[in-house]
């Protein structure tokens, strides 16, 4: 029988990262951590289960062996089936490049099958004054977009917006955007390592070397036309007890996300049709399932097999869920039985359309 998966961290030591994961109680390895790949089935970084029978079990080789049992039946029709989702821990210790990523067709076209990059952030920590790039501002064109990279006065063309503790930020592809410095994230995406960067500051790596920009690519995928789109998912919450919400924050067809703040304990059923990954935020508690439980504390990520069954969360803690949607099933007829008209849902989750 399958049950809740942890999985060994993937670090990443990109230059602009630094050591503030230790906060999260991590024990970090020597140097620059700048992301921690949580949960990851992707060549360029791989999980392997760090708990129970499976323990060593490469996530790849978790997926061929229980198929549809891990996964779920909607998902893994065939033997071509990739897994969907990556999850991040990302410390900003300095800004990341202004960069831009495909949707699927140009992805699989141009990066030898890659998927897409659509992604979300959930910010965990964020220095005073603290800022995102997102999106480029009204009025800017692919024409003057690439004459302000070749006269190096990018930064003129973008929007900038402010963060706090809390927030939820939508990255659809298309979108120009880079975390600033003093930012610590938790990332929901498609599993794609696919960034075309437009503007790096002018750094050099370890080696003295800049890094590689992207122009020609990033100018055919960005969207011009994305200006107006609202920075931050507002969200719309439902009671899961007398003190445990969930709040629906983000929902299209490569993931949803949802905001759990649990006071106590929550039931809860796997999905035959899908999986779902949690990322612990705050707190502690364990998930009771019908042959154990699993401890888990901020800073985790747990992988629900779709035919686990019955399960609890219990303790007190916040955490993202996220899974691959029916949107109908999963997110539109739930809020609206909660009493949420369709203008509001529409208006609400964000990425909805």
Not at 100 to 111: I, M, Q
Not at 136 to 151: I, S, Y
Not at 334 to 347: D, Q, R, T, V
Request: with cysteine.
């Amino acid at each position: 029988m399958l049950y809740p998966l942890k999985f060994k961290p993937v670090y990443k030591d990109y230059i602009w990262g630094g050591r503030n994961l230790e906060k999260l109680g991590r024990t970090l390895p020597e140097g620059i951590v700048a992301e921690s790949w949580e949960i990851a089935c992707h060549p360029d970084g791989m999980s392997y289960v760090a708990n129970g029978e499976l323990e060593g079990l490469s996530l790849q080789e978790a997926v061929s062996k229980y198929k549809a049992a891990l996964v779920g039946s909607r998902l893994h029709t065939d033997s071509n089936f990739k897994f969907p989702l990556l999850i991040k821990l990302i410390d900003a210790n300095d800004k990341l490049s202004v960069q831009v990523h495909p949707e699927d067709s140009y992805a699989d076209l141009h990066e030898n099958g890659e998927l897409g990059k659509n992604e979300m952030w959930y910010i965990l920590s964020a220095k005073p004054g603290a800022k995102l790039v997102y999106d480029v501002l009204p009025g800017v064109t692919k024409e003057t977009f690439n004459q302000a990279v070749q006269d190096g006065n990018i930064e003129g063309c973008l929007k900038y917006i402010d963060v706090a503790p809390g927030d939820v930020i939508n990255i659809p592809a298309g979108l120009v955007h880079a975390i600033g410095e003093g930012i610590v994230l938790a990332e929901v995406q498609q599993n794609s390592n696919t960034t075309y960067r437009v503007y790096d500051y002018d750094r050099v790596d370890k080696h003295g070397n800049k890094r590689p920009l992207h122009i020609d690519k990033a100018l055919e995928v960005i969207d011009f036309n994305s200006c107006g789109r609202k920075e931050k998912a507002t969200g719309l919450k439902v009671n899961l007890g007398p003190d445990s919400t969930k709040t629906y924050q983000i929902a299209n067809k490569y993931f949803s996300v949802e905001f759990y703040d649990i006071r106590g304990k929550v039931e809860e059923s796997s999905n035959e049709n899908c999986f779902y990954l949690f990322v612990f935020l705050e707190g502690k508690g364990k998930i009771n399932f019908e042959t154990g439980s699993v401890e888990v504390a901020a800073g985790e990520s747990v992988l629900i097999p779709a035919s686990l069954g019955e399960y609890s969360i219990e303790g007190n803690i916040k955490a993202l869920k996220s899974y691959v949607p029916d949107i109908e099933q999963d997110v539109v007829l739930p809020l609206e039985k909660a009493g949420y008209s369709e203008e509001e849902i529409f208006k609400n989750v964000s990425g909805l359309v």
